[in-house]
C-alpha cells in the first residue's frame, strides 16, 4: 500500500495550491480519506476528509470556505485545493485511507487511519 502526495510548497499569504495524493496498492473507492496536518510543535489535526463515496465532507472550523476535498475514484487520487492561504496553515499535510466497508461516516481522529502518505510541506509566508 502506497500513498504518495504532492503539491506542497511555498506561498505568499492570500494565495493557492493543489495537493493530490495518489494511493495504490488498495481499493481506493471503498476508502475514506482525509488530509491532516502537523507544525512545529503541535498534533497532527485533520482539515478535510470525504467519504468513499464522495457524498460526506468534513472540513475543520480553521479551513472552512477555503479547502475543498475532491476525489476521483478512476485515478484513485484524492484532492485538497487550497485558497486564501494563510501563515498559519503552514505544516506538514499528509494524506491518510481507511477501509470504510460502505459506510459514510467520516473518522477525523489520526489513529482512525491505517494508511498514510510521506507528508508534504506547506510554507506559506506573510
Known amino acids: 500500500v502506497q500513498l504518495q502526495a504532492s503539491g506542497g510548497g511555498m506561498v505568499e499569504a492570500g494565495g493557492s495550491l493543489r495537493l493530490s495524493c495518489t494511493v495504490s496498492?488498495?481499493?481506493?473507492?471503498?476508502?475514506?480519506v482525509a488530509w491532516f496536518r502537523q507544525g512545529p510543535g503541535t498534533e497532527r489535526s485533520c482539515v478535510a476528509a470525504?467519504?468513499?463515496?464522495?457524498?460526506?465532507?468534513y472540513y475543520s472550523d480553521s479551513v472552512k470556505g477555503r479547502f475543498a476535498i475532491s476525489r476521483d475514484n478512476a485515478d484513485n487520487t484524492v484532492y485538497l485545493q487550497m485558497n486564501s492561504l494563510k501563515p498559519e496553515d503552514t505544516a506538514v499535510y499528509y494524506c491518510?485511507?481507511?477501509?470504510?466497508?460502505?459506510?459514510?461516516?467520516?473518522?477525523?481522529?489520526?489513529?482512525?487511519?491505517?494508511?498514510w502518505g510521506q507528508g508534504t510541506q506547506v510554507t506559506v509566508s506573510s
Open positions: 491518510a485511507a481507511q477501509e470504510a466497508r460502505g459506510s459514510t461516516w467520516i473518522w477525523t481522529q489520526h489513529y482512525q487511519y491505517d494508511y
Open positions: 496498492g488498495r481499493t481506493f473507492s471503498s476508502d475514506a
Open positions: 470525504i467519504s468513499w463515496s464522495g457524498t460526506s465532507t
